[in-house]
């Protein structure tokens, strides 16, 4: 009777044993699903750029169609750059070559030239061939060591150089000129994909973010921060005169700070890495920030950085990468830093943290 009373037992206790297991997989499969991540950033910080990468690895890349949907605005990226070195040599008084009178010429003509919004729009062969000897000029190493004193856009070199190829009449952009493309977001957009075992969902604020009754309810039921700071902006300025990389500390402590996001991860993604490396060496950070005494090394220029924006953040628990968001890397480390914020969230929830 004792060994039978003994076996019911331990045969109910397995059941309960399995039903708490049970429970606990329900509740990790629950905790897995979804997670929301809210993109914020100062402007062409990077933000848009981060979640067409996501397209290119987690959603199928881009059909022959959205690719096409860039061509406009990669022909407006490469005519405003053309056109910025154009003003820019006047400007400063220097050149194109004034023996190369053709040069004058293909300055005037890109000054002149306009982009019909059309969508069977295509560049003329004379425009192309026009920027592409004006990218040839000997002045333009001069012209580029003064880029941060005129409005020219970030990878205006990569589009300068492909202009050949950009202006062939059955020109269909490739995900590189999309990565490098600038369009200036507007509205919200929300991105949905799956990471490993994660349902990822993406919310990219965009232009809006000055009108905060429109995006303020997206707060609700967020996972974490992915916060956009570009590294190479620390020697530009606003319209208004203020340094772009102080104006972004003042952004960034603003989120830290807000009640919003108390106690919450931030995954703080410091893009344009490529461009600091090459800018650091040439452009002095100290000319910027003072305190910054290490010289011209990448690495302790850069933790300079992030140790300006840690100082500022609250009691937010910041994971820190340092990236180049146009170009299709691995983004493992920054997955980490997800589930990490996952589970952050959950223990914080069950009153462990
Ligand atoms: N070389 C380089 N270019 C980058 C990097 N990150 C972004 N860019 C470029 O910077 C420009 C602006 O990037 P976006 O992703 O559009 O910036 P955003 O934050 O969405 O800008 P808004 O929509 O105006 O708020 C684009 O031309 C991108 O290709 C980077 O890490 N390296
Ligand atoms: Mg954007």
Not at 46 to 75: A, C, D, P, W
Not at 184 to 202: A, N, P
């Given at each position: 009777m004792e060994v039978l009373t003994?076996?019911?037992?331990?045969?109910?206790?397995r059941k309960h044993s399995d039903k708490i297991d049970r429970i606990i997989k329900q509740d990790s499969k629950k905790l897995w699903k979804g997670c929301k991540i809210l993109l914020l950033g100062s402007e062409k910080s990077g933000k848009s750029t981060i979640v067409k990468q996501m397209k290119v690895m987690y959603r199928n890349g881009f059909s022959r169609e959205e690719l096409l949907g860039y061509r406009l605005t990669?022909?407006?990226n490469v005519i405003e750059s053309a056109q910025a070195i154009v003003n820019a040599m006047q400007r400063l008084g220097l050149g194109p070559d004034p023996v190369l009178l053709a040069n004058r010429a293909d300055a005037d003509m890109i000054l002149d030239y306009r982009i019909d919004e059309s969508p069977h729009f295509t560049f003329s062969q004379e425009i192309s061939l026009a920027i592409h000897r004006l990218w040839q000029d000997s002045i333009i190493p001069q012209i580029l060591a003064y880029s941060s004193e005129f409005d020219l856009?970030?990878?205006a070199s990569y589009f300068?150089?492909?202009?050949l190829r950009i202006g062939k009449p059955d020109y269909t952009p490739t995900v590189a000129d999309v990565l490098f493309a600038q369009r200036r977001s507007v509205g919200i957009v929300e991105t949905q994909f799956t990471l490993g075992q994660?349902?990822?969902h993406m919310i990219d604020i965009g232009a809006v973010s000055c009108d905060r009754r429109k995006w303020i309810h997206y707060f609700e039921y967020v996972t974490c921060i992915m916060f956009c700071a570009a590294l190479n902006e620390y020697d530009q300025v606003l319209e208004g005169g203020q340094n772009r990389m102080s104006e972004s500390l003042v952004h960034y402590e603003s989120v830290a700070n807000s009640r919003w996001f108390r106690r919450m991860s931030v995954i703080l993604c410091f893009t344009k890495f490529d461009l600091f490396k090459h800018k650091i060496p040439k452009v002095p950070l100290e000319d910027y920030f003072p305190e910054y005494t290490e010289g011209p090394h990448v690495y302790k220029a850069a933790r300079f950085i992030l140790s300006k924006f840690i100082e500022v953040s609250g009691g937010m628990k910041v994971h820190p990468h340092f990236i180049q968001a146009s170009h299709v890397v691995d983004i493992l480390p920054i997955y980490g830093s997800i589930k990490d914020a996952i589970l952050r969230n959950a223990l914080h929830d069950a009153g462990i943290f």
């Amino acid at each position: 009777m004792e060994v039978l009373t003994s076996i019911l037992d331990q045969r109910a206790k397995r059941k309960h044993s399995d039903k708490i297991d049970r429970i606990i997989k329900q509740d990790s499969k629950k905790l897995w699903k979804g997670c929301k991540i809210l993109l914020l950033g100062s402007e062409k910080s990077g933000k848009s750029t981060i979640v067409k990468q996501m397209k290119v690895m987690y959603r199928n890349g881009f059909s022959r169609e959205e690719l096409l949907g860039y061509r406009l605005t990669i022909y407006r990226n490469v005519i405003e750059s053309a056109q910025a070195i154009v003003n820019a040599m006047q400007r400063l008084g220097l050149g194109p070559d004034p023996v190369l009178l053709a040069n004058r010429a293909d300055a005037d003509m890109i000054l002149d030239y306009r982009i019909d919004e059309s969508p069977h729009f295509t560049f003329s062969q004379e425009i192309s061939l026009a920027i592409h000897r004006l990218w040839q000029d000997s002045i333009i190493p001069q012209i580029l060591a003064y880029s941060s004193e005129f409005d020219l856009m970030d990878n205006a070199s990569y589009f300068l150089s492909e202009v050949l190829r950009i202006g062939k009449p059955d020109y269909t952009p490739t995900v590189a000129d999309v990565l490098f493309a600038q369009r200036r977001s507007v509205g919200i957009v929300e991105t949905q994909f799956t990471l490993g075992q994660l349902s990822i969902h993406m919310i990219d604020i965009g232009a809006v973010s000055c009108d905060r009754r429109k995006w303020i309810h997206y707060f609700e039921y967020v996972t974490c921060i992915m916060f956009c700071a570009a590294l190479n902006e620390y020697d530009q300025v606003l319209e208004g005169g203020q340094n772009r990389m102080s104006e972004s500390l003042v952004h960034y402590e603003s989120v830290a700070n807000s009640r919003w996001f108390r106690r919450m991860s931030v995954i703080l993604c410091f893009t344009k890495f490529d461009l600091f490396k090459h800018k650091i060496p040439k452009v002095p950070l100290e000319d910027y920030f003072p305190e910054y005494t290490e010289g011209p090394h990448v690495y302790k220029a850069a933790r300079f950085i992030l140790s300006k924006f840690i100082e500022v953040s609250g009691g937010m628990k910041v994971h820190p990468h340092f990236i180049q968001a146009s170009h299709v890397v691995d983004i493992l480390p920054i997955y980490g830093s997800i589930k990490d914020a996952i589970l952050r969230n959950a223990l914080h929830d069950a009153g462990i943290f």
